[in-house]
C-alpha cells in the first residue's frame, strides 16, 4: 500500500511540472533577474478580487476570476537591458520550441517585440510561456494551466486602453 502512495505522490508531482518550462527555469537559475513574481491559484483569486478594487472604474474591469480559472501557477521574470538581450531571447525561445512549445502569436506592441509560445499534451494546450523584450529589458511569464483566451483578449485590451490604473503595480519593482 505505501509503495502504491508513494508511486501516486510522484506521478502527480511530476504531471503538475509538466506544464512549466525547462528552459525558462534553466535561464533563471543561471541569470538573477531583477524582479521574480511567483503566482499560485489562491494568489490569483486574491489579485482578481483585489485589482477591481484599485480600478477607477470596477464595473468596467473584466471577469479576472474567469480568466485565471484555468491557471495554476505564473512565474514572472524581469530582466534589465544588456547588450546581449537579444541574443538571449532568441535562446530561450529557441530552448522553448525545443521542448515542444510553439509560436501561437508573434508581434510588435510599440517597442516591445513579443511571443506567446504554447504547449500541448493529447492535443490539449498545458503551459504558455510568453516572452517580451523592449527598451525596458526582457520579460518572461510561464504559465502553468491554460486561462480562458477569449477572456485574455479582453484583458489585454483593458489594460492597454487602462494602463493608469495599475501603476500601482510598479510597488514590486525594483527602483
Known amino acids: ?88 531571447f532568441s535562446g530561450i525561445k529557441s530552448g522553448v520550441n525545443d521542448e515542444g512549445y510553439e509560436t501561437v502569436i508573434s508581434g510588435k506592441f510599440g517597442t516591445n517585440n513579443m511571443e506567446l509560445l504554447m504547449k500541448e499534451k493529447r492535443e490539449k494546450p498545458v503551459g504558455f510561456v510568453v516572452l517580451v523584450i523592449g527598451e525596458e529589458g526582457m520579460q518572461i511569464m510561464d504559465i502553468e494551466g491554460v486561462p480562458d483566451l477569449n477572456k485574455l483578449v479582453e484583458f489585454s485590451q483593458y489594460v492597454s486602453t487602462n494602463s493608469d490604473d495599475f501603476s500601482w503595480l510598479n510597488t514590486f519593482r525594483d527602483n
Do not use: H
Not at 474591469?61 to 537591458?81: N, T
Open 1 to 88: 500500500m505505501r509503495k502504491i502512495v508513494v508511486t501516486l505522490l510522484l506521478v502527480l508531482c511530476a504531471t503538475a511540472a509538466f506544464g512549466q518550462s525547462k528552459t525558462v527555469e534553466d535561464y533563471r537559475q543561471d541569470n538573477e533577474p531583477d524582479n521574480a513574481l511567483f503566482f499560485y491559484k489562491s494568489t490569483l483569486r486574491m489579485f482578481a478580487r483585489v485589482a477591481a478594487d484599485f480600478a477607477k472604474d470596477p464595473e468596467e474591469v473584466p471577469d479576472l476570476a474567469s480568466l485565471i480559472d484555468g491557471i495554476d501557477k505564473i512565474k514572472y521574470f524581469m530582466y534589465s537591458p544588456s547588450s546581449d538581450l537579444q541574443e538571449q
